[in-house]
């Protein structure tokens, strides 16, 4: 592990040497230092370049003011960082067996929104419509085999589409993309197809195609043929918990079965994973920067560091026996979190960065100027051996250095490689929209809200006012029964009374008549 780690460092501090031409005017910043700079003021959103400077200057990494870092910035260029991130990135798969699935290298592609300055507008960013902030789109590229970033590009329009065009030279021959809903047009399609792209897009629920095709409750397929081409690509449906899903694809049906697709589709939740990552403990919702060259460097530092973890993390697992990588992998936002000093240990080899070794051992330095032959020999040649000797001395300490920088670099991964996170299957969060920072907004944001509360207050008083209505139409209806039914009881008594009444005169006269007669 160590050797490789020793490779590795190398190869970085080569790979920064060869722009250090970039910073020569000013020799108190050099592009290591901006690099450095770059990576502890993307770790947290909340950090300022202010706290970045510093912790800089506690480590004595530097005496530069951050006027001085900011003014540096503006001169440098973003292909620069560009150039650097895909450098480590073809160092990764040169140097280490990727991951695949059926010799296939599993890719998945998505944007997310992220909220910039108002000053960008004069970039040709578009501003909202309360013109307080420029809403942009970050469409990102992400390795799902190997956990590990592959592009980031910022767009001015916020068309996926479009942007993801120009990423197709990042997607190789014998790799599969996966996409959702918003990449499932015949003319997309047809492009990748067209560009040798295999993919599997997730399709809409409303396309007429699909109406034969939705009543049926097995796993099917079929072939579908693109408008405006000759080209046929498979239509493919699953269910998985009672949930049904349609795929397009033109990968075989004897490479990839639709049991594989089930399985390729779910990796494609690992760039939503990174995303949320980036936006709640990176700098990846509101960037620190006021201009697009700033952006975009703070843009391809993020790309290095995920690069740079991976490596380490590959660099672990290959010389150490690990979990099941079915059931678990590492917990790479943990180490995202300690990835500053790591790049520190990394990048500064010299006494400054290190308090192992912070002198020359005096006393090898002493016995060996003390064996010195001085009989054959004048000044100027005991001068030149003397500073040999102190050079060899010097190098000796170097190399000290080094060593413990890497022993306490692989000391450190060998840690957070330990952390390890259970891989759960068909996991889903809330997509929380995060508020930009305006107070304008956040009045509009209650006053939509307050609105909203009125409308339910309304619907539940009409409501209310409805059932009482009804409430008073029975009660009505009822008091109306009950005084029909005394009228009835009146008039029945009231027969019954008269007839009783009739009856009782008639036998009355009955009896009088009667009486009258015996008389």
Partial sequence: MESQITKFKNYFNNLIDEYKNVCERNTKI?????????????????????????????HKLTKATNKAFIKKRHTISSKIFKNISDSLMNYYYENFESKTYKDYIIYAGDGTDSSLTKKLSNEGYKLTKNKTYCSVLVHGIYDCSNQMLIDLKLSKKKDEREIFKLQFEYIGRKCIITLDRGYCGDKQMSDMHKNGLKFIVRLRKNFKFL???????????????????????????????NKKYFMATNLPTNEITIEDIKILYHKRWNIEEYFKHGKDNQSLQNFHSQSENLINQEIYVHKCVSIISRILGRCHNDNNEILDEEKYKINYKNFSQYLVDLIRLLLYDDKKSCDYVNHIDGKNLLEIIKNYDYENKDVHTFSEDLCKIIEKQ???????????????????????????????????????RIRPP??????????????????????????????????????NENINVNNNINENIDVGINENISENINQKNNKNIKKSKHVSKHK
Wanted: charged content about 30%; proline content about 1%.
């Fill in 211 to 241: 109406n034969n095709f939705k009543n049926t409750d097995i796993d099917d397929e079929f072939l579908y043929k693109l408008k405006g081409t000759k080209d046929k690509i498979r239509i493919v449906k699953y269910i998985h918990e």
């Fill in 30 to 58: 050099t592009l290591r230092d901006i690099f450095y700079y770059l990576n502890s003021l993307i770790s947290s959103s909340k950090k300022s370049s202010t706290n970045v400077v510093t912790e800089m200057k506690i």
């Fill in 394 to 432: 010097i190098d000796i300490n170097n190399q000290k250095i080094n060593e413990k920088q890497v022993e306490e670099v692989t000391r450190i991964t060998s840690i957070l490689c330990e952390t390890v996170a259970p891989i759960i299957h068909n996991r889903h969060y809330e997509r929380v």
């Fill in 438 to 475: 305006s107070l304008w907004y956040h009045k509009k944001y209650n006053k939509r809200i307050k609105r909203k509360i009125k409308r339910k207050t309304k619907q539940n008083a009409g409501e209310n006012i409805n059932t009482d209505e009804n409430i008073n139409i029975n009660t």
